[in-house]
């Protein structure tokens, strides 16, 4: 099995891929380096590229015949969120778009989101569960729970599962 993983030469991408590699799949790993580090990537094939060039996507798909997606790329700071909230939505929400569509347009159906819990924003009670109220109150958590709601209309419109993970403290 083939697993494209986006962000991998960041801190979960990378132990994520070294897992992964280590169950016996073969990793793709995909980062623009914009805030990953190359010398992360010990296992499976690099590729360094955007998500915003549909082009080299739809390469990736066609030469690699992926199975499934594991999406850890993204920008990740909240100050910088409120400052500069258009890279957030542009990075974060409108190139996971297009990761998507390349996605439907080869026919992948398995995927695998970075979220956090963010989305959430200030707890109503504690421990926060599924059920909580997701309300952001930064860009950063905008953005994410923005994909989350795009991720629940995808699988209705075109069946595509997926699992999101909502990180409290990632160390």
Known sequence: ????????????GSHTNKLVHQKGFRTIVLDNLSRGHKELVKWGT???GDLKNKTLLQDI?????????????????????????AIYYQNNVANTINLLD????????KFIFSSSCAIFGEPQYLP??????????????????????????????YD??????RYFNAS
């Not at 099995?1 to 979960?12: E, K, P, Q, S, T």
């Not at 059920?131 to 419109?157: C, F, Q, T």
């Open 1 to 12: 099995m083939n697993v494209l993983i986006v962000g991998g030469a960041g801190y979960i």
């Open 46 to 48: 690099f590729i360094l």
């Open 61 to 85: 798909f066609r030469n690699y015949s992926i199975d499934a997606v594991m999406h850890f790329s993204a920008f990740a700071y909240i100050g910088e969120s409120y400052n500069n909230p």
């Open 102 to 109: 390349v996605m439907l347009e080869y026919d992948i159906k």
């Open 128 to 157: 926060i569960d599924e059920n909580h109220p997701k309300n952001p109150i930064n860009p950063y958590g905008w953005s994410k729970l923005m994909v989350e709601k795009i991720l629940d209309d995808y699988d209705r419109a």
């Open 160 to 165: 595509l599962k997926y699992v999101s993970l």
